[in-house]
């Protein structure tokens, strides 16, 4: 009676399943991320990965089993209301300079374009504040890429769902973010990243999913997988488990 009521997991993934003509390229996806955990979906290209984010944020029908987000069916579009998204190919609009870009983004996410704010991320992830006036078309990748992350960083969404967030990024950039990403889940943010950088995940979330052939081969901590399969290896433990006949 006087226990706390458990919190809803930020995301829940039940039973689902995803299937396009006769291939079922999601098998009944059992999957819980807590509030404020740094979580990652690791996978081969076509393993499944984008596909469930898509079907997380309501792009595709689901052919069985629920979402939820926060507790609330994933097709309500309230429930999306505390979470922003960068997708795996990010394209600005090529007509917008990138400072009219982070404005419109703060417009459609409903909060207030801090001047200082963005400039003070520009600065923290290597960018050069004078590229705000630039056209993104004469951004490269990587600033590209920059760019769709501070538009995810400065909505005042605290659950953030990054497609790849370290596509094109150089070593030094992937350091940069992955330390920023460290300073939100010490606000309590929750990050939910589908990636196939082993080191990143070792080094920056607490747990992770390995989605293979439509199903989940593991859940659990980086060092959970190594003990699993008996090696020191991230990389190594995650060849052994999609490799494993289990069922």
Do not use: W
């Amino acid at each position: 009676m006087g226990s706390e009521e458990r919190q809803p997991a930020a995301l829940s993934f039940d039973k689902v399943v995803k299937r396009y003509g006769a291939r079922t390229v999601l098998d009944h996806i059992d999957l819980e991320v807590a509030a404020g955990e740094c979580f990652a979906l690791v996978g081969v290209n076509g393993a499944g990965k984008t596909t469930l984010i898509k079907s997380l944020l309501d792009f595709t029908d689901l052919d069985g089993g629920g979402i939820c987000i926060h507790g609330e069916p994933h097709g309500e579009t309230a429930s999306r209301r505390h979470l922003a998204f960068l997708p795996e190919r990010f394209i600005p609009p090529h007509y917008f300079t990138a400072g009219d870009f982070l404005k419109y983004m703060a417009q459609l996410h409903g909060v207030p374009y801090d001047a200082r704010e963005v400039e003070a991320l520009y600065e923290r992830l290597d960018l050069d504040k004078g590229s705000l006036g630039q056209a993104v078309r004469r951004y490269s990748k990587g600033m590209v890429q920059k760019l769709g992350l501070i538009a995810c960083f400065l909505s005042g969404r605290r659950l953030l769902v990054l497609d790849e967030p370290m596509s094109g990024l150089d070593p030094k950039a992937r350091a940069l973010v992955k330390s920023y990403l460290r300073a939100l889940k010490a606000q309590g943010y929750t990050i939910f990243m589908a990636t196939h950088l082993l080191n990143d995940v070792e080094t920056l979330c607490d747990r992770l999913a390995i989605l293979h052939g439509g199903r989940l081969r593991f859940v659990g901590t980086p060092a959970r997988c190594c003990l699993e399969t008996r090696t020191d290896d991230l990389e190594q433990a995650y060849l052994a488990h999609i490799s494993s006949t289990r069922e």
